[in-house]
């Protein structure tokens, strides 16, 4: 099965996402100095990536909205089979999925505003997932060190399905000193890619994923190799990396670039403007999760690894004196496992995972 025949089957085409993404770039610049005025000016460089970046006096800051997707939706399935809400679980996975594309540029997370969007206000009125979705919220914004700022709980009758919940929000960051900013531009040939590990699916590829659960004849709770169930698994929190980079940071680590590895998998190891081939010899083992996804969705190796993070959550890429330092901090302070994957080399804008024999072209991911 294709790519094309898999996500895109689904509704999820990234092939026309990005081209409507591009348009909006394209419109957005247009506004770089409505707001000088303010005395801010923005760093044109950081469109693009995956948080905008602008100058306030002596600091830079930054800002990113985000959403979770779909994952509720599993969430809501798993409820009838077990009882429990999971609105803690995904929950934090939402604020990850903010706070997590914040960091890449190197901000440290000052204030996150959240948005639950419902197509009826009865959403609201299930007590026990109401306040697990509070708890989960709160409990992860203390994991990333940011203040939630309030938010906004529309009632979107029509729009959203009056049975289902929207949750995403945004969140603004500092850079502090400016010589935290990563951008990509200190990227150069020699330079390692760390890649660190994901708690499992985290929150990206779940429509594809709920296409296979349909076929399923016991859907979420169907046990995977390793006993657990299918729904269970897929719930499992995401990581938020916010506190490692922030011990890089205090360490004096040389950062020169980071990914959040969401959609677009592992694709996204080429997300920086700068043509080099990102070239993998060393991959982590996949949580089995991934091995049954692969399964049952008779997807290939190149589905797997162009939509999901296959075990690795995040890269972060250094000159190769700082590695040995980075994986210490992650394992020693974070309980994080980091692995040297590979190298930033020489050559045209691709992804070459030479385990696998897989090269994604530079044309396959169009998110600039």
Known sequence: MSENDSYAATGVDYSILDTAKRLAQEQASSTGNNARRTGIVELSTSRGESAFVWEDGNVYRAMVMEGLGTKSLIADSMRTITGKTYYDQIAQDTVAAIINDLIVVGADPQIITAYWGVGNSDRFSDLQRVEDLVRGWKQACDLAGVTWGGGETPTLTG??????????????????????????????????ILLVESSGIQANG?????????????????????????????????????????????????????????????????????????VIDQTPKPQELFNFIQKKGNLSDIDMYGTFNMGAGFAIYVPPEYSEQVIKLGQENHNLKIIKAGKVQKGPKQVIINPLNITFEEKTLQVR
């Not at 289902?164 to 040939?189: H, M, Q, R, W, Y």
């Not at 779940?206 to 349909?214: F, H, Q």
């Not at 959609?263 to 080099?276: C, I, P, Q, S, V």
Request: aromatic share 6%.
């Open 159 to 192: 729009i959203i399905n009056q049975d289902t919940i929207d949750l995403g929000g945004s969140a603004v960051g500092v850079i502090n000193p400016k010589e935290n900013l990563v951008l990509g531009d200190k990227l150069t040939e020699g330079d390692e």
């Open 206 to 278: 779940l429509t594809l994923v709920r296409s296979i659960a349909d076929k399923l004849p016991q859907s979420y709770a169907t046990s995977m190799a390793d006993g657990n169930l299918f729904g269970e698994a897929l719930l499992t929190p995401t990581n938020i990396y916010a506190s490692l980079i922030r011990d890089l940071q205090v360490n004096a680590v040389d950062i020169h670039y980071m990914v959040n590895i969401t959609g677009h998998g592992w694709r996204k190891l080429m997300r920086a403007t700068k043509d080099f081939s990102y």
